[in-house]
C-alpha cells in the first residue's frame, strides 16, 4: 500500500520531520522512505561465544532477551546478541556455606553468597 502525498507529508510532520511546502515528489518519498528504514530496529551485534555451565548434567540453557528466546547448547561455539550474553553474566546462584572454626569443625552457622551461574568464554 502506497500512501498519498499529503498521508507522507502528514506522516513526517507528526513525527516531527521538517517537510518544505514546495517540496518534490520524488525527494518527499526519498525522504519519507529513508525516515521509515531509520525507525527499524537495527540487528543487534553479534558475539562468538563458548557457554559452560557448572552443571555437568545441564546441556542447554534457555536465554530471553527483548522478547526473543535462545536455546544455545553449552560447551559449543554459539554466536549471540550482545544482551544474551549480558543475561548469561547476570545469572547467579545462591550456594549456602557451613562456616567452620579455626579447627574445622562446624559451627552451626551458614553463610548464602552468591555465585556465577555460567562461564562465558568469548571466541
Known amino acids: 500500500m502506497s500512501l498519498s502525498r499529503d498521508e507522507m507529508i502528514a506522516a513526517l510532520k507528526e513525527a516531527g520531520q521538517t517537510v518544505a511546502g514546495n517540496i518534490g515528489d520524488d525527494t518527499l518519498k526519498n525522504k519519507y522512505n529513508d525516515f521509515i528504514?531509520?525507525?527499524?530496529?537495527?540487528?543487534?551485534?553479534?558475539?562468538k561465544v563458548i557457554?559452560?555451565?557448572?552443571?555437568?548434567?545441564?546441556?542447554?540453557?534457555f536465554v530471553g532477551v527483548n522478547g526473543k528466546g535462545y536455546q544455545i547448547k553449552l560447551g559449543?561455539?554459539?554466536?549471540?546478541?550482545?544482551g544474551v550474553i549480558n543475561n548469561l553474566k547476570n545469572a547467579t546462584e545462591v550456594v549456602h556455606i557451613a562456616e567452620k572454626d579455626k579447627k574445622g569443625e562446624p559451627t552451626g552457622k551458614i553463610t548464602r553468597k552468591k555465585k556465577a551461574r555460567y562461564i562465558v568464554e568469548k571466541v
Open 76 to 82: 559449543e561455539e554459539v554466536e549471540v546478541p550482545q
Open 51 to 61: 557457554i559452560h555451565s557448572k552443571d555437568e548434567k545441564e546441556t542447554e540453557v
Open 37 to 47: 528504514a531509520s525507525q527499524k530496529p537495527k540487528e543487534p551485534k553479534k558475539v
